[in-house]
């Protein structure tokens, strides 16, 4: 029998889709509801695909033991963490056993933490049901109310992945700035991927992403009444109806002023004969076929993937999407944008998150600031000290 439950992708006639999770090629209705339950939410695609994928895993190792995803324990979920990077790494480890075959990496915080976020998302849905449990194994389990999970719940709340030590506290500030430095796409760089782009399409996605800092899915869902020509601005508008599922992570729309070439780039774009016939299809989608497949479609992430791919092979420069939106926050913060300001240009749902990720640059800009008084007081300190003045029963005297 199969131990492995199967994660599927499920294509509706309206190009939507979703996901299901398969056992022994039935689906687990519960797992589908919860699925649709996200969906209803408004859910990233993204996210909720990461999400059943990772209880489908964890559905997986249960069932190897003898168990269903209604019977777990916090000691089962200690042991599935610790099964989870042999298995990723593909070193022969099953669900029935860990193979210490070679040593492998333990899991990222941020991995693990996407674990813990799609367990407490499953299992938070599951107190606010009350039926019968059929599980996958022999026996059939009754679901005891909304403090059936409450016990597990409650130490998976307190699950926090612990970060490696900050290197800027502990003084390496060498350390941060290199790390930094190969984190940030040069212009020169992104000039040699931007000439190295076959269609106008392509070279503009690079451009537009580089200029405002938009995730890939973000430009990916970019429709042309998200441009406005007369102000200079680009929208990131949220949106569930994207026929290529990409979707804008923050649930507020934001606005994104950019440089004047950037829009003369993109008319013409629109105005070359590679958009002739997208145009004439009337796609709204600012990054839409224009040679394959069905003209005018929105393009896909999979598309994207291919042309990073194509690019590192012809430019000889390795880089990922999300470098050029790291890039574009090095150069705001160095240009003297505030935190707020930087936040808001991310699409960041707290500034909180940008400090967390730039604080190091966020210092070293501070680093550069320097208020005139405090100066002028320094001053008039040293020439205080060196004067000899005394003390007298008023306090000091100033000369």
């Known amino acids: 029998m199969n131990t492995a439950l199967e994660l599927v992708k499920i294509r509706f006639n309206d190009n939507r889709y979703s996901w299901s999770v398969l056992d022994n090629d039935e689906p687990i209705e ?25 209880i489908a895993r964890l559905g997986s190792y249960l069932k190897a033991h003898n168990k269903n995803l209604f019977q777990i324990s916090v000691s089962d979920y200690d042991q599935f963490l ?6 990723l790494a593909d070193s022969g480890a099953t669900p029935a056993n860990i193979a210490f075959i070679q040593p492998t990496k333990p899991l990222s915080a941020t991995l693990k933490n ?4 799609a367990t ?3 299992y938070r849905y599951l107190t606010g049901r009350n039926p019968v449990f059929g599980g996958t194994d022999t026996v059939s389990t009754r679901y005891q109310g909304v403090d059936a999970y409450k016990p597990f719940l409650e130490h998976i709340n307190q699950r926090r992945s612990t970060k490696s030590k900050d290197r800027y506290l502990s003084g390496n500030l060498h350390e941060v700035q290199k790390r930094i430095t190969q984190k940030r796409l040069p212009p020169e760089v992104v000039l040699e991927l931007i000439k190295g782009c076959r269609l ?8 537009l992403i580089y200029n405002t800092g938009m995730r890939i899915g973000e430009a990916l869902g970019l429709r042309h009444t998200d441009i406005d020509l007369a102000d200079s601005v680009i929208w990131v508008i949220p949106r569930n109806d994207n026929e290529n599922g990409a979707r804008a992570k923050s649930k507020k729309a934001r606005a994104i002023p950019v440089m004047p070439y950037l829009l003369n780039m993109y008319e013409d774009y629109m105005t ?37 791919s194509y690019l590192m092979k012809r430019t000889g420069h390795q880089f990922t999407w999300h470098q050029f939106r790291h890039t574009h926050a090095s150069e705001a913060i160095a240009d003297g944008h505030g935190l707020l300001a930087v936040a808001e240009r991310l699409g960041h749902a707290s500034p909180q998150t940008t400090l967390d990720f730039y604080k190091h640059l966020f210092s070293a800009e501070v680093r550069k600031l320097h208020l005139t008084g405090p100066e002028a007081l320094e001053k ?6 060196s004067s000899g003045t005394h003390l007298t029963h008023r306090g000091i005297k100033w000369i």
Not at 114 to 117: A, D, I, K, N, Y
Not at 200 to 207: K, N
Not at 278 to 299: D, H, K, M, P, T
């Open 200 to 207: 106008i399409r392509d070279a503009f996605l690079l451009t």
């Open 30 to 54: 519960i797992v589908r509801n919860w699925i649709v339950h996200l969906e209803e939410i408004n859910q990233s695609p993204n996210t909720i695909q990461a999400y059943a994928r990772h």
């Open 272 to 308: 070359s004969d590679e958009h002739l016939e997208a145009f004439e299809s009337g796609s709204e989608y600012v990054f839409c076929n224009v040679q394959r497949g069905r003209i005018g479609r929105a393009l896909t992430r999979s598309y994207a993937e291919n042309l990073k």
């Open 114 to 117: 996407q674990v813990h976020l």
């Open 120 to 122: 407490k998302s499953f």
């Open 380 to 385: 008039r300190l040293d020439e205080f000290r």
């Open 82 to 87: 610790q099964w989870l990077p042999y298995s």
